[in-house]
């Protein structure tokens, strides 16, 4: 979901604890405002009061107050409902760049430009104490779980680790190479790792500790709901995940393309959010580093500020695009197989009804069947003709795949047999679908320009040729009862035939560039089409537009295909991605055109093909 939010920049957003029912925003233009987070309804009139930017903001732990920060050197405390001021302004003596409450909402933490963190009593306003080290300013604060503990960045390109109620430094100079650690508290002295030995420190103490790093201004900060680690984005490109007791690295720095404005951590800790300059989301693995979401693109200028819902399940980002948008975690995971064997591009992916495995058609001449789990080669190569399109039977017994000798041939499954030839088009076979249920037929379109019915085991045109199209029938699919077929044209139409006479029992329906892909919806009542950057959604008997997402790509897109349920759609270009809609969410992975894509039978994985020879199954 995408929130047009403010007039200017949105530089913060935040959920509030437990519900995640509403977000707060904080912008350029000065104000700070309040949404339903399930239908992006402002459900409190812009608060007003800071004469400048609003640089941070964050919900008391009862969601009942708001925070904000601003480079008019002032924090506000407000009745979230209402914008009431409760507190302040509480005035300091530079910018102010990060706010956030303790864990019992008693205090409040801020990070000034004049390099020093203050702790304010939060019904009151009056200052608690002042934290001084930093030499520079502080970009980011934030309290541990327990609230004993506040962690800070700063641009002198440091982590600092402060003791919550004795106000003192913990670990300081969490630096990007050699940097000063103190002991671990009051209490307890901390063990350290120098030079190959373990040190005890004394309270006070200091050591010399090397921790690879960051190099560069630390912009962001967070701990882990356990309070063990911490993480840190930064302006040298990277996410840094840290052990609290002993300052060290935990895994090797994240990198990012770009600057990173942002960071949190998932409310288990096991994941990490991340936005920056590149305009992207990304969810990481916060044991391994390793990608598990996304990137999630949609906005179109730099992510100032990201943030976990209390759930888990979705993510908050607030951009320089003057937008909001909440993404679905789980919407869509990186590939967990990748399959390589093919010597040339493979132009055409389908699953078994199963989906238990994966066929493919390629440039090589060869078709492939794969476990769709590991990624391992079941049945092939087949050696045949370049093959452009390719399809399973309904009952998995059979696999259909159309060539560029204009010849289509069905093979066994299990042992890869040429079972029949289907001959009888003039060109290239651009697509093939198999008739729903029984599987009985094939339907197949060409460069003819005519569209085809076949017996699927004697090879028998059963229906056709269908003429219609005045340039290549691209793309075929049957309706799900089995009674139509659609057909989409590089001459910019789209038929809807009766599947057994030819009769033209709807349109033809015009686009504004040639159709690639063309798909019912699993209740027959809509048809997708691409074309040009663009997916179209519209009634399958009227034409009527349901849904148009212009630009949905930066390129051309290939294909197209609905969910099991209708609900979502999946889609594949030539700028090398695959997004999912109404997730907004993209996957980058191969490293060129994306030449078919398909859902699994039960929904959760997605296929996908490329001109990079590759094969992808993608979580979604």
């Not at 977000?23 to 800071?50: K, M, N, Q």
Request: charge should be negative; hydrophobic fraction near 35%.
């Amino acid at each position: 979901m995408t929130i047009k939010a403010h007039n200017e920049a949105i530089l913060t957003v935040a959920f509030p604890p437990g519900d995640g029912e509403r977000i707060a925003s904080g912008s350029d233009d000065t104000t700070v405002c309040v949404w339903d987070a399930r239908t992006g309804i402002l459900i409190a009139a812009p608060f007003e009061g800071h004469t400048k930017r609003v640089s941070c903001v964050a919900f008391s732990p009862d969601g009942e107050r708001i925070v904000s920060g601003s480079i008019d050197a002032t924090v506000r405390i407000m009745d979230s409902r209402t914008g009431v001021l409760v507190a302040g302004p509480i005035q300091h003596s530079d910018e102010v760049s990060c706010v956030a409450f303790s864990p019992d909402g008693e205090q409040i933490v801020s990070g000034c430009h004049d390099n020093n963190i203050y702790i304010w009593n939060s019904r009151t306003g009056a200052q608690i104490t002042v934290l001084e080290g930093h030499s520079d300013l502080v970009w980011s604060v934030a309290f541990s779980q327990d609230g004993d503990r506040i962690v800070s960045g700063s641009v002198d390109n440091t982590l600092r680790l402060w003791d919550a109620r004795t106000k003192v430094g913990i670990a300081s100079s969490m630096e990007g190479y050699t940097a000063k650690v103190l002991s671990g508290g009051t209490r307890n002295p901390m063990l350290l790792p120098s030079d190959g030995e373990i040190l005890a420190v004394d309270d006070g103490g200091m050591v010399d500790v090397p921790l690879e790093g960051h190099s560069d201004k630390v912009t962001s900060v967070a701990f882990s709901c356990d309070g063990k680690r911490i993480v840190s984005g930064s302006c040298d490109k990277t996410v840094c995940v840290w052990d609290v007791q002993t300052g060290a690295l935990l895994i090797r720095p994240i990198q990012h393309d770009d600057l990173v404005w942002s960071v949190a951590f998932s409310p288990d800790g096991e994941q990490i959010v991340s936005g920056g300059r590149d305009t992207e989301v990304r969810v990481w693995n916060s044991r391994t580093g390793t990608l598990v979401a996304g990137p999630f693109q949609g906005h179109s200028n730099a992510v100032n500020s990201v943030a976990f819902s209390p759930d888990g399940q979705r993510i908050l980002s607030g951009s320089a695009d003057s937008t909001i948008r909440i993404w679905d975690v789980q919407a869509f995971g990186v590939a967990q197989v990748e399959s390589e064997g093919h010597s040339d591009a493979v132009w055409s992916v389908a699953f078994s009804p199963d989906g238990e495995q994966i066929v493919s058609g390629s440039k090589d001449g060869t078709v492939c069947v794969w476990n769709s789990q590991n990624g391992n080669l079941v049945t092939g190569p087949i050696q045949t003709n370049p093959v452009y399109c390719i399809a399973f039977s309904p009952n998995g017994v059979y696999i259909a795949s159309g060539s560029t000798d204009s010849t289509i041939s069905v093979w066994n499954a299990q042992t890869g047999d040429l079972v029949t030839q289907l001959e009888g088009h003039t060109n290239v076979i651009h697509s093939v679908a198999f008739s729903p249920g029984d599987g009985e037929r094939i339907a197949s379109g060409s460069s003819d320009t005519t569209v085809r019915v076949w017996n699927t085991k004697t090879g028998v045109l059963v229906a056709g040729p269908f003429e219609g199209h005045s340039q290549p029938a691209d793309c075929v699919a049957f309706s799900p009862d089995g009674e139509r077929i659609a057909s989409g044209s590089y001459d910019t139409t789209v038929h809807m035939w009766n599947s057994k006479t030819g009769a033209v029992v709807a349109g033809p329906f015009h686009h504004d560039k040639e159709v690639n892909c063309v798909a019912f919806s699993p209740d027959g009542t809509r048809i997708m089409v691409c074309f040009d950057t663009t997916v179209r959604i519209f009634n399958a008997q009227s034409g009527t537009i349901l849904l148009d997402l212009p630009e949905w790509h930066s390129d051309t897109i290939h294909y197209v295909a609905f969910s099991p349920d209708g609900e979502q759609i999946v889609s594949g270009s030539d700028d090398n991605t695959v997004r999912m809609w109404p997730m907004q969410t993209s996957f980058q992975g191969h490293s060129a055109a994306i030449t078919s894509v398909a859902f699994s039978s039960n929904g959760n994985s997605v296929i996908s093909s490329s001109l990079d020879r590759t094969i992808r199954v993608l979580e979604v």
